[in-house]
């Protein structure tokens, strides 16, 4: 299957998946069921650092701690 034919799984989780465990187990899974998988997550870095693990595609995006404030507060 052409990588254009292959179902996009995007997944958005709000911390960095180095410790979730249970996101790159997910990712790892659907990459072998044939998706192409990106994750975007939680950076520390105020630059935008992409990254992948195996084949799947990582996006940290930084997150200023009084946007993640407000967002907390509804």
């Known amino acids: 299957m052409s990588e254009s034919a292959k179902p996009h799984v995007v ?4 911390n960095d998946i180095i410790t979730d465990t249970r ?3 997910m990712a790892t899974s659907m990459t ?3 998706a192409r998988v990106t994750i975007v997550c939680y950076s520390p870095d105020p630059a935008p650092t992409p990254s992948h693990f195996g084949d ?4 940290r995006v ?3 701690f009084d946007l993640r404030s407000a967002r907390n507060a509804h």
């Open 11 to 14: 997944m958005i989780v709000g």
């Open 23 to 25: 996101v790159r187990k």
């Open 32 to 34: 072998r069921l044939g």
């Open 56 to 59: 799947v595609d990582v996006a």
């Open 62 to 64: 930084h997150v200023p």
